[in-house]
């Protein structure tokens, strides 16, 4: 059948508060036109992010039940970590509160002034952690992923041939090499096995360890399923357990593929690295058998880790997805292409282009977007990635602007929805303005920085009005 559905009953909801647009401009000046600010209950339609923000089974709920808080021991863990090495068979799993503590414990194992670290695409947490350490984080994405209008299958694939000149280049300053499944910043797109192949041989043949950025481990897994030669009749579950037996180490968000509202784990074959990273959890996170979580979101990962393996619901996930893509194609919105997993990636810089990357046309589209019908999106371009470690100002590579659907959390009309918003933002895409930073952090800025319009105030608000 043509139609999508979801592979589920709702059995529970919660209301949505509908607002009116005069109240979401005042609200988003009062935020500092920095959607991070707003009050979750003042968003109709949350597309911030995947992180977190899935619906969990009645099988988790009931898991819940099962949780065990002892201190040490608990059989929460164990199951959790049975769950874990099921599909990821790792030597050694470090539970943590989410995944940047992943990423904190081992960038503080591995990097340090000297080092470099290569990846497809680091995202912002990866990259902040291993430049606190004084790391140089490196791109190293195919060309085919840094332009968005391009369709390639395996768009975030790491570039092979540069990853070889820089390892015989840097190869004694670099100590882990990552590769982020899928590549988030890059438009949602995933990694072919033959690709995840070719790192590991050049990692084995500079002696390097491979370190999987996996939070979207299943949604890559599926793409392989659908696009990579050889691999359509094999299962879903089959191929996460390649995927990772190509690889040293893993980090783990899992509020992505987990299916659960908090959590992650740091995964390692190394004794040496595991028992450092260990002594490194207590000191920040807790015991090793609880790494900062409560039994109860062990339990509720072990069955989800169980859950979005089932292609089913993979189907509905991408196929979803693709439904939003393709409608705002259909507008005459340029998206990132082919749609990508998790998130429908728009190009602010082609839809907006009477704006200067240092505008932040990203900014101004999630800006509108939220004015006109209550939708929080993402800018994932120059202010997120735009400053330097050395305080300097640069154009990240892409403007866009990420619409992250969460898991099992909306229908369908409420993809219609946001869908006919974008068609009254488009007709007046030529009148929007660009914005300025006035108040930033050090690191990280895209979180809690304030901005202010471009335009003067009058011509900001006619233009935020509806005639």
Known sequence: MDTIIEPFRIKSVEPLRLTSRAERERMIRDAHYNLFNLHADDVIIDLLTDSGTSAMSAAQWAGLMRGDESYAGSPSYFRFEEAVKELMPFDHVIPTHQ????ERILTGLVAGPEA???????FDTTRANIEATGAEAVDLVIPAGRRPEHAHPFKGNMDLDRLETFLDEHGASVPIVMLTVTNNTGGGQPVSMANIRGAKALCEKHDVPLVLDACRFAENAYFIKQREDGYGDRSVKRIVREMFSHADG??????????VNIGGWLALDDD??????????????GF??????????????????QEIVDEDYLEYRMAST????????????????PVGGHAVYIDARRLLPHLDPLDYPGQALAVALYTTGGIRGCEIGSVMFGRQPDGSEEPADMELVRLAIPRR??????????IECFEEVYARRDELCGYEITEEPPQLRHF???????????????TQTES
């Open 99 to 102: 995944g940047r503590a992943a």
């Open 116 to 122: 470099k670290i290569p990846s497809n695409t680091h």
């Open 250 to 259: 893993m980090t783990m968000s899992a509020k992505k593929d987990a299916l």
């Open 272 to 285: 040496a690295w595991a028992r450092e990273a260990r002594n490194q959890l207590i000191l920040t996170e």
């Open 288 to 305: 090793p058998t609880y790494g900062g979580l409560a039994g109860r979101d062990l339990e509720a990962i072990a069955v989800g880790l």
């Open 322 to 337: 693709r439904y939003l893509g393709e409608a705002l194609t259909d507008i005459g919105v340029p998206i990132v292409k």
């Open 409 to 418: 959390v909306y229908t369908q009309s409420h993809i219609d929805y946001v």
């Open 448 to 462: 809690t920085a304030h901005f202010r319009p471009t335009a003067p105030a009058a011509v900001h608000q006619a």
